[in-house]
């Protein structure tokens, strides 16, 4: 069974700094993978996702993330935070039968 | 272009109590998918609805319920409410036609269980 693990419970990032937000993927297939981002008291919007291609995919909000099979990884990155980046963010690997597996999620906090 | 929307946005009940959440998805799409946040969680998936069945399910017990109309809105009920039940109910569409595996989301239900 696919599953998600991403081992940074909390990120603490001054505005401006540069983010990485750490996604560990398992799925015996190819994977299909995603990030979304939840603002407190809302529903997910997706960033972006990697289906197949180009292993660095670009993504809203400025965000990018790297595809690396040989890690089993799919990091999110952005190279200058914004206060208003401050959320949740999942990393999720979708099944066969179109079931998002999802990531116990990782806090950033952006401080000033 | 209204993307997926539901309802209410939140709800309070009791133990032992049932309760129907709701969802329409977004225009031209047909197949829904429920999931379970609960408070500091990712999403867990409840089960998908294409063509008005149940098509893939989670882990999750007969107390957990769905449907899916003609028009691809869909209800998600849930029996016998338990404290544990208390979460944000996610409710995701897609289209089958298309070939990519995005889903969209819709801002959730707040269930509160007393």
């Known amino acids: 069974a696919q599953s998600v693990t991403q081992p940074d419970i909390h990120i603490t990032v001054s505005e401006g700094a540069s983010l990485e937000l750490r996604c560990n993927y398992s799925?015996?297939?190819?994977?299909?993978l995603f990030w979304y981002v939840q603002s407190p008291g809302q529903g997910l919007q997706l960033l972006l996702k990697?289906?197949?291609?180009?292993?660095l995919v670009q993504g809203i909000k400025g965000f990018e993330a790297e595809f690396k099979r040989s890690q089993s990884s799919f990091n999110l990155r952005k190279p200058s935070v914004h206060w208003s980046d401050a959320a949740e963010y999942f990393c999720a690997v979708i099944s066969n039968d179109y079931k998002l597996s999802f990531g116990a999620g990782t806090t950033v906090t952006v401080r000033a | 272009d209204a993307g997926v929307t539901q309802s209410p946005t939140h709800l309070i009940k009791t133990r032992g109590q049932q309760v129907t959440l709701r969802c329409s998805p977004k225009?031209?799409?047909?197949?829904v998918s429920w999931y379970q946040q609960a408070l500091g969680q990712g999403p867990q998936f409840i089960f998908q609805y294409y063509e008005e069945e149940e098509r893939q399910r989670g882990n999750f017990p007969d107390r957990f319920s769905g449907h899916q109309f003609p028009n691809y809105s869909s209800e998600l009920n849930v029996n016998a409410l338990l404290l544990g039940d208390s979460a944000l109910y996610l409710c995701?569409?897609?289209?089958?036609?298309?070939?990519?595996?995005?889903?969209?989301f819709g801002p959730g239900t707040r269930l509160t269980v007393l």
């Open positions: 799925y015996g297939a190819t994977p299909y």
């Open positions: 995701a569409s897609r289209s089958s036609r298309l070939a990519g595996h995005e889903q969209f």
């Open positions: 225009s031209g799409h047909d197949t």
């Open positions: 990697y289906f197949s291609g180009d292993t």
